[in-house]
Nanobody, 117 residues
Framework: QVQLVESGGGLVQPGGSLRLSCAAS????????WGWYRQAPGKEREFVAA????????NYAGSVKGRFTISRDSAKNTMYLQMNSLKPEDTAVYYC??????????WGQGTQVTISS
């Protein structure tokens, strides 16, 4: 079992920045994919970014490429999402997601990000 706790959401003006964190605990040794998803009101949950371990290869949705950066601190078992140049359309609940080598996925509880002036 893996437990995920997100933090760092909030209200930011357009053009601003936020950094989300996802702290993992439990059986983290088997995780090989760390990722972020988001869900805006009335929309389906969508992929934002992911990073593979141990390769460190990352992937981004086209809508956030160049603005968001995913990273991971293996010593802290924590993943981050640095979000810059935020837009109103980035408003959503952001979820941390990890998958282990057995294909089992775990989700965090979500953190609200609101971009508004």
């Amino acid at each position: 079992q893996v437990q995920l706790v997100e933090s760092g959401g909030g209200l930011v003006q357009p053009g601003g920045s936020l950094r989300l964190s996802c702290a993992a605990s439990g059986s983290t040794f088997g995780i090989n994919i760390w990722g972020w998803y988001r869900q805006a009101p009335g929309k389906e949950r969508e992929f934002v970014a992911a990073v593979l371990t141990p390769s460190g290869i990352s992937n981004y949705a086209g809508s956030v490429k160049g603005r968001f950066t995913i990273s991971r601190d293996s010593a802290k078992n924590t993943m981050y999402l640095q979000m810059n140049s935020l837009k109103p359309e980035d408003t959503a609940v952001y979820y941390c997601n990890v998958r282990d080598r057995g294909g089992i996925a775990y989700w965090g509880q979500g953190t609200q990000v609101t971009i508004s002036s």
